[in-house]
C-alpha cells in the first residue's frame, strides 16, 4: 500500500523551525511620532520648478480667457447716435459760420481798400492843383469852411481850371457867366470877362462869395447850399417849403430832383474826406452830412 500523505505513521519531517520574536523581526522602530503634515506629492517624471511654471500658465489661460460682453442696450445706443449727430451738426455749423466770416472780413477789407483810393484820389486832386493857398485865402475871407470850397471844386471841376460843361460855366468852380456878371457887380469889380473865369484866383474868388452868399440864405446848411449852387436858391426854397416838416430845412432824401440830389451826395461825401484831412483828430464818416452837424463856417 501505497504512502498517503495523510498516513498517520511518523516520516521524516523537518526539525521544527526556531520561533523568533516578532520583536526582533521589526527593523527600525522611530522614536517619535510621524508628523500631521501630509508630505507634497510630486508629480511622476517632472521637478518642483516646472510643475510651477505649468500651474502659472494654467492660471495666466484662466484669466485671458475672454469675458463674454453683455449686450448694449437700445437707449444707450440711441444716445450715442444723438451724441454723434449733434457733435457732426455742430461742427458743420461751425464750418459755415467761419466761412461767412472769412467772406465778411475780405469784403470789409476790400470795401476798406476801395474807400482808401477814394480818398486819396480826392486828397491828391487837390494836392497836386496847387490851389490850396487860394481855397484858405478866400474861405477865411468870406467865412467858410476851406473843406466845403475843396468839396465844391472837385465835384464841379475835378481841379481843372479851363473845364468848360455843357451849359457853358467855367473855371475851377464851374461859373456861369451871367453869375460872374452878378458877382462882379457885388464885388465892385471892373472891366469883368467872362473869360476871366478860366483864371484861378478870380474863379475861386467868385465861387467862395457866391457859396458864402448862399450859406447866408440857408442858414449855414450844406446840403441846401449844395443844392442851391447846383439847382439855384429859388428851387431850393420851394422844394423846402413842400417837402420840409418845417418847411424851411431840406435833407438829403428830400430834393425831389435826381441829378442834384446826386450832385448833392457827391458835395457832401467830397466834404467829409477834405474834413478829414484837414481836421485831423476829429473826422467825419464817409456818409451824408446831417444839416447842422457841420454848418459852412467849420462850427460844429
Known sequence: MSESPWNVKNRNRRAPRTLVSQGAQVKHVPHHPPSTRQPRARMHGKPEKEAQQAQAVTQQDQTS?????????????VLISLLVLTTAVAVIMLALNQQKLDRLKDQREAEAQR?????????????KSGYMELIEKYAKENDLNPSFISAII??????????????NARGLMQIMPDTGTWLAGRLNIQGYQPDSLFDPERNIAFG??????????????????????????????HWALKHAPDQRTLTLEMIPMKDTKDY??????????????????????????PDGVISLSGKK
Open 208 to 237: 467862395a462869395h457866391y457859396l458864402a452868399y448862399l450859406s447866408n440864405m440857408f442858414s449855414g446848411s450844406p446840403v441846401m447850399v449844395a443844392a442851391a449852387y447846383h439847382a439855384g436858391a429859388n428851387n431850393v426854397k
Open 154 to 167: 472837385k465835384c464841379e471841376s475835378s481841379y481843372r481850371a479851363n473845364a468848360v460843361s455843357s451849359v
Open 115 to 127: 474807400l482808401l483810393q477814394f480818398k486819396e484820389e480826392h486828397w491828391n486832386a487837390r494836392a
Open 65 to 77: 480667457q475672454p469675458r463674454v460682453k453683455k449686450p448694449v442696450s437700445v437707449p444707450f445706443l
Open 264 to 289: 448833392v451826395g457827391k458835395v457832401m461825401k467830397a466834404y467829409a474826406i477834405y474834413y478829414e484831412k484837414d481836421q485831423g483828430p476829429d473826422p467825419v464818416s464817409l456818409v451824408d452830412l
